[in-house]
């Protein structure tokens, strides 16, 4: 007879915070809502938080399994560096 155990909430034992300075509000601004348009793929398994504070982006990670924090941080870095590049290639010939 096979046994089944009731699924329980993920433990998540691994964390990572990083805090960018984007030298204004509006820029910080600007590469958080870029950037909260990409949800996390396994939710279940991968939490982010993201505030804007005095022109600095704070993001802080939560995972079940070290991998999975490796991982969604690399996917993240990735992309804040595209959107940093793109607000220092055009961020003072923007108007918003």
């Known amino acids: ?16 915070d990083m805090e960018m300075d984007f030298g204004s509000e509006e820029n910080a ?6 950037l909260a348009v990409d949800k996390e ?3 279940d398994k991968v ?3 993201m505030s804007v504070s005095d022109g600095k982006l704070s993001v802080h990670f ?3 399994e070290a ?7 690399s996917a993240f870095v990735d992309v804040l560096t595209l ?9 003072q010939e923007m108007k918003l």
């Open 83 to 91: 959107a940093t590049k793109t607000i220092e290639e055009f961020g």
């Open 62 to 64: 939560e995972a079940t």
């Open 47 to 49: 939490k982010r938080g």
């Open 29 to 34: 601004s600007i590469v958080y809502t870029a």
């Open 41 to 43: 793929l396994q939710p």
């Open 67 to 73: 991998r999975f924090l490796r991982a969604s941080f």
């Open 1 to 16: 007879m096979a046994s089944t155990t009731p699924h329980s909430q993920p433990q998540w034992e691994f964390s990572c």
